[in-house]
């Protein structure tokens, strides 16, 4: 490690320090510095959402690490209207569209509300990503007056929001309406309700709920006429100003987001500024994970990959990896990529313990660090045993009923994976679950993306020709190293190549006695789609 690595040497260890620089010119407090997330309600949350949270957990454990007091605040918006009915949830929601999630009933009947029961779904991927993190409501928030203070502030200057939001995205809304929703009175909905007027001397709010185009679809209010008393939880600031409100309020130093919401961060900035007198947070801007036809993947698009989904195949730290090994940039991203998140994280913990070996210092001092970061700063002890997890599906899939487990220990020791008298230790037994899992739902795995030059791919083809006709586990092996030779081919470099299309990895069991285990037809079809992919 040189002198110029800061902490562990990844950006979540150079952010905090930049933070602490600009906290410390701004004259502000260190002893408690906060992080936030906001962790939304009003859908089943996807892959980004634990995006938000893992992020701004890494520059809490950055902050840590370097000696401050640090916390991760987890606000959860559920007194947010539901916009649209997500994909997969019965139609029967409609009736709530613009109601506050918080009060809507739960169709699965298992939690208080609506919202409870979709942000207790990202909570418990926290919980089980190891991510610590204190737990706020928005509606016990506002009902406690939290906010109160920010509250007053920005209805006293709502003519000043509304000047801010219309020179910084054009919009002329709040130029004739106050940046807050009332909840209705009389029909219980938040997004109908159009605020008039503020009586500061009794912190209410005159409303009329007269309906509003949500997603394309005008919501139809019932039209009565009310009062909201601000500090009882009545109501809610808009997105135009609840940010700057709760960042004040609860001392925020640093939020990452989406470049989805990039705009009413930068028009929160600004209130932040001019009307609370408040600096803003630090920031760092991440931009979406696309699926693979190119669209964001979200609750509102149908297209929603689940952390749950992710912890069927691939352990909590393979999604860590994938969080936070890179911080810009699109992303395409489907179930089809966990495979080699696993071996990635295989390779991270070879390099942690030194069984691999970098050159680059301040590079090994980074990728140790990601890897730590991955296990939230709690790593383990000593590296687990690696078996490519590709592999693990194929002996998953040939796997006799009724005695799969036997079967897959008597591979691995056949293998070199495992000793004579070993069996699966606690770790490999959840890979050999991961496998399972993916066999039974998806059949195959997706080879690794290869590139082959004019003479591999002669070899390959050669090859496939030779496995149709031969039997012999000796004579295939032979039949690699010949054939690669016989093209001019460097026969160490075919083995890998064949590695890596097999199972993923450059090196691994013995290929002769392999291919014949697995299936000589299942080989070729994977060489053959290998190729296919290069025509």
């Given at each position: 490690?040189?002198?110029?690595?800061?902490?562990?040497?990844?950006?979540?260890?150079?952010?905090?320090?930049?933070?602490?620089?600009?906290?410390?010119?701004?004259?502000?407090?260190?002893?408690?510095?906060?992080?936030?997330?906001?962790?939304?309600?009003?859908?089943?949350?996807?892959?980004?959402?634990?995006?938000?949270?893992?992020?701004?957990?890494?520059?809490t454990l950055a902050?840590?690490?370097?000696?401050?007091?640090?916390?991760?605040?987890?606000?959860?918006?559920?007194?947010?209207?539901?916009?649209?009915?997500?994909?997969?949830?019965?139609?029967?929601?409609?009736?709530?569209?613009?109601?506050?999630?918080?009060?809507?009933?739960?169709?699965?009947?298992?939690?208080?509300?609506?919202?409870?029961?979709?942000?207790?779904?990202?909570?418990?991927?926290?919980?089980?990503?190891?991510?610590?993190?204190?737990?706020?409501?928005?509606?016990?928030?506002?009902?406690?007056?939290?906010?109160?203070?920010?509250?007053?502030?920005?209805?006293?200057?709502?003519?000043?929001?509304?000047?801010?939001?219309?020179?910084?995205?054009?919009?002329?809304?709040?130029?004739?309406?106050?940046?807050?929703?009332?909840?209705?009175?009389?029909?219980?909905?938040?997004?109908?309700?159009?605020?008039?007027?503020?009586?500061?001397?009794?912190?209410?709010?005159?409303?009329?709920?007269?309906?509003?185009?949500?997603?394309?679809?005008?919501?139809?209010?019932?039209?009565?006429?009310?009062?909201?008393?601000?500090?009882?939880?009545?109501?809610?600031?808009?997105?135009?100003?609840?940010?700057?409100?709760?960042?004040?309020?609860?001392?925020?130093?640093?939020?990452?987001?989406?470049?989805?919401?990039?705009?009413?961060?930068?028009?929160?900035?600004?209130?932040?500024?001019?009307?609370?007198?408040?600096?803003?947070?630090?920031?760092?801007?991440?931009?979406?994970?696309?699926?693979?036809?190119?669209?964001?993947?979200?609750?509102?698009?149908?297209?929603?990959?689940?952390?749950?989904?992710?912890?069927?195949?691939?352990?909590?730290?393979?999604?860590?990896?994938?969080?936070?090994?890179?911080?810009?940039?699109?992303?395409?991203?489907?179930?089809?990529?966990?495979?080699?998140?696993?071996?990635?994280?295989?390779?991270?913990?070879?390099?942690?313990?030194?069984?691999?070996?970098?050159?680059?210092?301040?590079e090994l001092a980074?990728?140790?660090?990601?890897?730590?970061?991955?296990?939230?700063?709690?790593?383990?002890?000593?590296?687990?045993?690696?078996?490519?997890?590709?592999?693990?599906?194929?002996?998953?899939?040939?796997?006799?009923?009724?005695?799969?487990?036997?079967?897959?220990?008597?591979?691995?020791?056949?293998?070199?994976?495992?000793?004579?008298?070993?069996?699966?230790?606690?770790?490999?037994?959840?890979?050999?679950?991961?496998?399972?899992?993916?066999?039974?739902?998806?059949?195959?795995?997706?080879?690794?993306?290869?590139?082959?030059?004019?003479?591999?791919k002669e070899t390959?083809?050669?090859?496939?020709?030779?496995?149709?006709?031969?039997?012999?586990?000796?004579?295939?092996?032979?039949?690699?190293?010949?054939?690669?030779?016989?093209?001019?081919?460097?026969?160490?470099?075919?083995?890998?190549?064949?590695?890596?299309?097999?199972?993923?990895?450059?090196?691994?069991?013995?290929?002769?006695?392999?291919?014949?285990?697995?299936?000589?037809?299942?080989?070729?079809?994977?060489?053959?789609?290998?190729?296919?992919?290069?025509?």
């Amino acid at each position: 490690m040189t002198d110029k690595t800061i902490g562990r040497g990844t950006w979540y260890d150079k952010m905090a320090a930049k933070m602490v620089g600009r906290e410390r010119k701004l004259g502000r407090s260190l002893d408690l510095i906060r992080t936030e997330m906001g962790l939304g309600a009003s859908g089943f949350p996807h892959i980004g959402s634990l995006g938000d949270a893992a992020r701004s957990y890494a520059v809490t454990l950055a902050l840590m690490e370097q000696g401050y007091n640090s916390e991760l605040i987890a606000f959860c918006d559920d007194k947010d209207g539901l916009r649209k009915v997500p994909a997969g949830l019965p139609k029967s929601l409609e009736k709530y569209l613009g109601f506050p999630v918080s009060s809507i009933p739960d169709p699965f009947g298992c939690h208080e509300s609506y919202g409870k029961h979709m942000s207790s779904l990202l909570l418990e991927a926290l919980d089980k990503c190891g991510i610590k993190y204190q737990y706020m409501s928005a509606r016990d928030v506002y009902e406690r007056g939290m906010l109160n203070e920010e509250i007053r502030a920005l209805l006293l200057n709502a003519k000043r929001v509304g000047e801010i939001v219309k020179e910084e995205v054009g919009q002329e809304r709040y130029t004739e309406v106050l940046p807050y929703f009332s909840i209705c009175e009389n029909c219980g909905r938040v997004y109908t309700t159009k605020a008039l007027e503020f009586l500061s001397k009794e912190n209410k709010v005159l409303y009329v709920c007269e309906g509003m185009e949500i997603k394309g679809r005008w919501i139809e209010g019932c039209g009565f006429k009310g009062e909201t008393d601000v500090t009882k939880g009545e109501g809610k600031l808009t997105w135009k100003g609840e940010f700057a409100a709760r960042w004040k309020a609860l001392d925020i130093r640093f939020e990452a987001y989406g470049k989805d919401i990039a705009d009413s961060v930068r028009i929160n900035d600004r209130i932040c500024r001019e009307i609370l007198c408040y600096e803003p947070p630090s920031h760092a801007k991440y931009e979406m994970f696309l699926d693979k036809s190119g669209r964001k993947i979200s609750k509102s698009a149908g297209n929603v990959f689940t952390p749950q989904v992710w912890f069927s195949y691939g352990s909590p730290q393979s999604l860590l990896l994938l969080m936070l090994k890179r911080f810009v940039g699109t992303r395409t991203l489907d179930v089809t990529d966990i495979p080699s998140y696993m071996n990635e994280m295989d390779y991270l913990e070879d390099v942690y313990f030194g069984t691999k070996t970098l050159k680059d210092g301040r590079e090994l001092a980074k990728l140790r660090g990601l890897y730590e970061y991955c296990w939230a700063l709690k790593p383990p002890s000593n590296p687990s045993l690696h078996v490519p997890y590709n592999l693990l599906t194929s002996l998953a899939k040939m796997a006799p009923k009724g005695r799969e487990e036997e079967f897959i220990v008597e591979k691995l020791q056949s293998y070199g994976y495992l000793q004579k008298d070993q069996t699966l230790d606690e770790g490999l037994k959840k890979r050999v679950g991961y496998a399972f899992n993916w066999i039974r739902d998806f059949e195959e795995i997706k080879e690794t993306e290869i590139s082959l030059s004019d003479e591999e791919k002669e070899t390959m083809i050669e090859l496939i020709e030779i496995l149709k006709v031969e039997n012999e586990a000796e004579r295939i092996q032979n039949a690699i190293f010949n054939t690669a030779k016989s093209h001019g081919v460097q026969p160490g470099a075919f083995f890998k190549t064949i590695y890596a299309i097999l199972i993923g990895v450059p090196q691994g069991p013995r290929l002769g006695p392999y291919i014949l285990a697995m299936g000589k037809q299942n080989v070729i079809d994977a060489l053959e789609r290998a190729l296919k992919t290069l025509l």
